[in-house]
């Protein structure tokens, strides 16, 4: 899946034995920071010590992400994993990294909560000459020198394909649509509402009402009832993650409609409680984003730390499916 772990593979090797060089001198200089005062974690001199600051465990792509990174950033494959969980709240996020800066570790990779507000602490990074990886979400900021590469989908194109499909299913049909929200402000929720609202605009599809659900199920649920309530004419739900869209359902049902029929359901992730819904008939398409970014995040903290020139942004390859798509990928799913 990862071209761009194939794209690099030969140079993967060389790159590996310049990172195990440097760290080694790198690491003769801890001690004095006062990093962990030779606590057991001192890390083994060729270990690239990676402190990772993750948004929450608000949804399923959130965890299959989270076991992507974990799986990676192993002993075995030369790391020290130092992971922090943010419960979607930036002042936590940015707490952490400040952390690992003091603990001077060798890179900083985080997936930011929400796009602004970042540019201090990275300074503050640079200032301590500790590499940042973004892995996911992107950071608004004039100054890309505050990071060293952006590994993530490309959002507002999710939100572009979840709309097309809509238009070339449902124009002419006067659709009035609802759109749940992932968190406000942050990269995927600005991008896929973009995305989204491009497609239609020509289109005679409505976009009557949007609020925020959060990434979450529970809150994708309270949404939608609220929507339920306040209008009785509603086509089609695009939900920003399954998670939302799968709460979506349980409000319809309980509603005495029916999800995929008389409300279509459009959501992006494609994580397996999505797809078996999607099978089910009661999602109508999902568009992917690929939570899987720990070997791409691997590689390029490695080259990172050894000193070689990494691409500034990396953009993960994403599918569509429709009920029959899913149907077919759901025995091989890995999230
Ligand atoms: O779509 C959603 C999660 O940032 C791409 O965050 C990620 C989004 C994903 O909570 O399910």
Redo the contacts with the bound molecule.
Sequence with gaps: MSTNFRRAGAALFAATLTAATLVACSSEQAPQGGGDGGGESAAASDTIVLGFSQ?GA?????AANTKSIQDTLTTENGFDLKFSDAQQKQENQIQAIRSYIQQQVDVIAF?PVVETGWDAVLEEAKAAEIPVILT??AVDSEDDTLYESFI??D?VEEGKRAGDWAVEQYDGEGYKAVELQ?TTG???MIDRQQGFADAIAGSDIEMIDSQTGN?TRTEGKQVMEGFLQKYDDIDLVFA????MGLGAIEAIEAAGKVPGKDIKIIT??GVKDGMQALADGKINYIVE?NPLLGPDLAEIAKKVVAGEEVEKRIVTQDEAFDQEAAKAALPDRQY
């Design positions: 948004v608000e949804s399923g792509w959130r997936s996911d979400r993530g989908s959002f992932g942050a990269a995927p990434f920003h993650n399954d998670d992006v992730d984003c």
